[in-house]
């Protein structure tokens, strides 16, 4: 049982290039959520998806794209990505009726030099 | 979203010792969760709580739904070296829908 996966677990890139991270669970939640992880600022929600095809914003969404046409794949695209946006990212899952009850990937740690 | 205040920010204790932490929210919660994170990896999730006053636990640690429904306290017994981590509390965002606000965490430090 793979649960839910991201890759890459580490990535360096530049300033201005077009990075995406990858999202893949095997439990077919309907819900995916993307979340940053910044010291002092704890985990914060980029964007979320309540069904393929369905996403929309979350706290902290600017410079980043989702998409989700497919239920077990959630990735997210940094399209120009900045210093700023050197973090750990989340991704998280949750199966609808299921409360708010999320289960989160292991993070990707991306630096952007 | 809901703002969430989780205190302390951390602790350092010995190993055997108990442990207590706690969230406030700004607004009133109908589900509180507390997640647990370990160095380099994600989040785990260790309790539910869903009703008022609830009392919940798992293994050593107990969980407790504020009668307020505003706050939530989470207790470690007999701490151990594998406690090391960061402890987040975490609440509904809005009134529907699953999206969670997430406090800023404990970090606990167990000295063997």
New interface residues.
Partial sequence: DAGITQSPRYKITETGRQVTLMCHQTWSHSYMFWYRQDLGHGLRLIYYSAAADITDKGEVPDGYVVSRSKTENFPLTLESATRSQTSVYFCASTRRGAGYEQYFGPGTRLTVT | ?QQLNQSPQSMFIQEGEDVSMNCTSSSIFN?W?W?KQDP??????LI?L?KAGELTSNGRLTAQFGITRKDSFLNISASIPSDVGIY?C????ETS?????????TQLTVNP
């Fill in positions: 979203g589900t969760l997640y380099g990896e994600g989040p785990v999730l539910a869903y987040f975490a609440g509904p965002w829908g699953s999206r969670l606000t997430f406090g800023e965490g």
